[in-house]
């Protein structure tokens, strides 16, 4: 018994430490059952402000068979499409069926992936929210580790492999966070491109992590330049309005100046008899009108030039806001990295704290018998591919709706019925098509 306790410690602590390999993410790749979040606005020229479009702005389902319905646009086919594809085509649909000219801006992220199922020799079978960037290790930990008999496992070995477990979850979201503050810098500092973190350099997943910053980098840049775009054409706009508003304010002064040269020249000839009065009453007339015209063009000038110095403050709050808003953002962020780092040294300590009262791994030596465990993933294929499965690693990462079958032999019968064994593909053979 003493034997088969030491190999189920073995097993959990050989499965552990391939955690970090890499591994291709599908956090930004849909699935059915997927629950995507979608804000859409459409930039208005007249006010220079995005105006929210309310009745496209909710929670969608994915359902199992890949597609979507979503107002206005309609039913989409989204399994396997990534999420800038998706806004891509979804933008382009809104502008078709709304006729809107002016340039529309839809959020897009997926905001509940499906669930992943753990199957077999486990402590907790079923249903869990998935992670992007989730292993089979990990998944295994969520799951309450590898089933083992009361007699052969201490409880203080089911909480090293949930220390274990939750560490690497906790690293995990180190290094979004990470990635999350080499962005903000980046667009703090104006920068176009990412100084990619000393911690965070040669990591496959640390790299996934850091595409997605710059999706989000991209974006957030398009939005604030296309603002700035409208505000300089506003102002390029106004600018010539008043141009020409001065020249015909100055055709107009000349008209003033002669109607009234001539008015004067009309009164004295009425004075020396040589006029009517009715033709110094009718210049008179039109010198009032061009008068009041001047005065109305004259309006108008101040009208825009005060127009003008709106949008030029808005190119200010524009600006200052965009600053503000990274400040914030950057400062929540190096918060919550402390927090995790805080959770991750906890997190040490109790695995090795529980490691230290759990059972130990000599007795392996005097164990002959294969009691490894299988790692058995059974996956949806996408584009109307059959449904796969194969043996994966402890690296290999998970999709959404993937169902993992832990096979162990001699766990309280959970090998019964299973070939511990299977001939089927490796993930290690393919992780391209696998993973």
């Known amino acids: 018994m003493n034997v088969l306790r030491a190999t189920a410690i073995a097993v959990v602590l050989t499965l552990s ?14 699935s059915p059952l997927d629950k995507l979040a979608l804000d859409v606005a459409a930039w208005s020229t007249q006010t220079r402000a995005l105006t929210p479009l309310p009745f496209m702005t909710g929670e969608f389902s994915v359902e199992a068979n890949g597609s979507v319905s979503f107002p206005v646009i309609g039913r989409l086919q989204v399994e396997g499409q990534s999420l800038s594809d998706l806004s891509a085509e979804m933008t382009a649909a809104l ?8 340039e529309i801006f839809v959020s ?6 499906a669930p992943f199922f753990v199957v077999g020799a486990v402590e907790a079978p079923g249903a869990f929210e998935y992670r992007p960037g989730m292993t089979a290790i990990q998944a295994v930990a969520v799951a309450g580790g590898v089933r083992r008999s009361q007699s052969i496992f201490s409880r203080a070995d089911r909480d090293a492999a949930r220390a274990l ?54 974006a957030r840049q398009d939005e604030h330049a296309a603002a700035l775009k409208s505000i300089e054409e506003l102002k390029s706009l106004v600018s010539a309005r008043i141009e020409t508003m001065g020249k015909e304010s100055e055709m107009r002064q000349k008209v003033v100046e002669a109607t009234r040269e001539e008015l004067e020249t009309m009164r004295g000839l009425v004075d020396r008899g040589l006029a009517q009065t009715s033709r110094a009453n009718s210049t008179e007339r039109q010198l009032a009108d061009s008068e009041a015209r001047l005065l109305e063009l ?12 709106e949008a030029e403050r808005d190119e200010v709050e524009l600006k200052g806001d965009r600053r503000v808003t990274i400040v914030s ?39 002959e018998k ?20 194969f043996v994966a690693s402890s690296a290999t990462v998970l999709r959404p709706g993937d169902v993992l079958e832990v096979r162990a032999p001699d766990v309280d019968g959970a090998g019964a019925g299973f070939d511990t064994s299977p001939s089927l593909p490796r993930a290690e053979a393919d992780t391209t098509a696998l993973n």
């Not at 430490?17 to 849909?30: F, Q």
């Not at 897009?108 to 992936?113: D, Q």
């Not at 690293?171 to 000393?198: C, N, W």
Request: proline fraction near 1%; avoid cysteine; glycine fraction near 6%.
């Open 17 to 30: 430490a391939a955690a970090h390999a890499a591994a291709e993410t599908s956090a930004d790749v849909v």
């Open 95 to 102: 502008q078709d069926r709304l006729g809107i000219v002016d």
């Open 108 to 113: 897009l992220k997926i905001a509940e992936h």
């Open 165 to 218: 477990g939750d560490h690497r979850l906790l690293e995990l979201e180190r290094m979004k966070t990470i990635a999350a503050i080499a962005r903000l810098e980046a667009e703090r500092a104006g920068k176009s491109e990412i100084d990619v973190p000393g911690e965070l350099a040669g990591d496959p997943m640390a790299a996934a992590y850091l595409d997605v910053e710059r999706e989000v980098m991209r």
């Open 298 to 309: 004259e309006t108008a000038v101040l009208t825009a030039q005060q127009q003008l110095n």
């Open 329 to 367: 953002e950057l400062q929540d962020e190096r918060t919550e990295l402390g927090r995790i780092e805080v959770k991750l040294r906890t997190a040490e300590s109790l695995f090795s704290e529980a490691a230290r009262f759990g059972s130990t791994v000599a007795e392996l030596s005097s164990e």
């Open 370 to 389: 294969d009691r490894s465990v299988s790692l058995v993933v059974s996956r949806k294929g996408r584009d109307g591919d059959a449904e796969r499965t």
